[in-house]
């Protein structure tokens, strides 16, 4: 009987002193990004005192009124804030459910085109959208639907009156979802494609010898294997909750769409540095911020629980 040699293999600790000396290039080239987060992301959180404050710009936050929980009342005493809040929550949970759905359709139906060229430049036109800024998509769509735009050009045609479609409360969620929507699903489309080139190609072949269709097989093969990243996607989207897409909203409504289009944001925005009351704005970004750290953390609990996903 053969004597089997066992190999153990021994884990070398570094200090941190050995490990800086190791790797010190790298330190060196995340220095830059890290100096411009403590700069940029942590240092302003000083700020959110202000949130507990009746802050006068010329008293500064040493100096202003401590109100303890005040500003944070008056968030459920507004209609404006609760109006706000659900515009919030309809706009992106809308988004998040179709971001979710029409890049997992268009994935399956991009997977069954057979001609490369075609596939890939049908993938690069519907891809390039997520590269274009809010502000050049808003000028777009003021072009398109505007009362001069394409859209009631062509109305005028039938003999029907232009219709202001970017100062309609009743539609603008669902411009607003829309366009977030052709804008941002190619990105999306992308990493399901990726999925499912992952899956093994075996499988398929030995669906087709048993007689399975085109639908049969993505049916029972092609959803299956792209099922983790679809949980992992739609867990982590839940995070995003209560962000409706700032850039977006501020460059599209107006006064005449706030009953419908004013989210959380753009609420604090406007109370905050348009009128003047920074306590209020802090509060209520500190309210959202603290709800979607709240959601985010839960999100990535389900997505480790159920897909193993995890990024720490």
Request: charged share 10%; hydrophobic share 50%.
């Amino acid at each position: 009987m053969k004597r089997q040699n066992k190999v153990t293999s021994v884990v070398v600790r570094r200090t941190w002193k050995q490990e800086i000396q190791h790797s010190w290039p790298l330190y060196v080239l995340i220095l830059p990004s890290f100096v411009l987060a403590i700069i940029f992301c942590y240092i302003p959180m000083g700020g959110l005192v202000m949130a507990f404050q009746n802050y006068k710009p010329w008293l500064g936050i040493t100096g202003s009124e401590f109100v303890g929980w005040s500003n944070f009342r008056q968030i459920f005493e507004f209609k404006e804030s609760y109006q706000a809040i659900i515009n919030t929550v309809i706009i992106a949970v809308s988004k998040i459910i179709l971001g979710l759905v029409v890049p997992i359709i268009m994935a399956l139906l991009l997977n069954e085109v057979r001609n490369a060229g075609l596939k890939k430049g049908i993938q690069t036109l519907v891809y390039l959208p997520h590269f274009l800024s809010w502000v050049t998509v808003a000028g777009m769509l003021r072009d398109i639907l505007g009362l001069d735009g394409i859209v009631n050009s062509f109305l005028k045609l039938f003999g029907v009156e232009p219709i202001f479609f970017l100062g309609e409360a009743g539609m603008f969620r669902q411009i607003v979802v829309a366009s977030d929507l052709w804008k941002g699903f190619g990105f999306g489309m992308i990493v399901y494609l990726a999925a499912i080139s992952n899956i093994d190609q075996s499988l398929y072949e030995a669906a087709e010898m048993d007689g399975a269709n085109r639908w049969q097989q993505t049916l029972h093969i092609t959803l299956p294997g792209i099922m983790p990243m679809i949980i992992v996607m739609a867990t982590l989207s839940l995070g995003n909750v209560l962000n409706a897409g700032f850039d977006q909203i501020f460059n599209l409504y107006s006064p005449l769409t706030y009953s419908t289009g004013d989210i959380i944001d753009t609420y604090v925005y406007r109370q905050s540095l348009v009128n003047g009351q920074y306590s209020f704005g802090t509060a209520v970004g500190l309210f959202k911020s603290g709800i979607g750290l709240a959601l985010t953390a839960i999100s990535y609990k389900i997505a480790y629980n159920v897909a193993g996903y995890r990024i720490f």
